[in-house]
């Protein structure tokens, strides 16, 4: 039974920065999609960033190019997404999803329907 607990939200001002974490357990394959989604108040759930645990491929939404990073410490089974200049729109709530295969990589463009397993969130807010 696979189990996400994310931490690392919280406030603050738009230039900032912030470093969200994904704790997984229950992998019974070493070969899986861990995904960054996150959804605003009234908007659509995106895909921000994914990264396959095994080759360590990356995908990133074009809203947040060049500005979030999603690295993994595998030994550990975490998944980080490091947030720079953060700007108002990035407020919402951070998801971390998973599916015991590898990424799509058009994982990214998806609202993450078809991930069965998921975090509760964490918030992210930006002023």
């Known amino acids: 039974h696979v189990q996400l607990v994310e931490s690392g939200g919280g406030s603050v001002q738009a230039g900032g920065s912030l470093r969200l974490s994904c704790a997984a357990s229950?992998?019974?394959?070493?070969?899986?999609?861990m995904v960054w989604f996150r959804q605003a108040p009234g908007k659509e759930r995106e895909g921000v960033a994914a990264?396959?645990?095994?080759?360590?491929?990356?995908y990133y939404g074009d809203s947040v190019k060049g500005r979030f990073t999603i690295s993994q410490d595998n030994a550990k089974n975490l998944v980080y997404l490091q947030m720079n200049s953060l700007e108002p729109e990035d407020t919402a709530m951070y998801y971390c999803?998973?599916?015991?295969?590898?990424?799509?990589?058009?994982?990214?463009?998806?609202?993450?329907?078809?991930?069965?397993?998921w975090g509760q969130g964490t918030q992210v807010t930006v002023s």
């Open positions: 999803a998973t599916e015991e295969k590898p990424c799509s990589p058009l994982v990214t463009g998806t609202g993450g329907e078809d991930f069965v397993y």
């Open positions: 229950g992998y019974t394959d070493t070969r899986n999609c």
């Open positions: 990264i396959s645990t095994s080759g360590g491929s990356t």
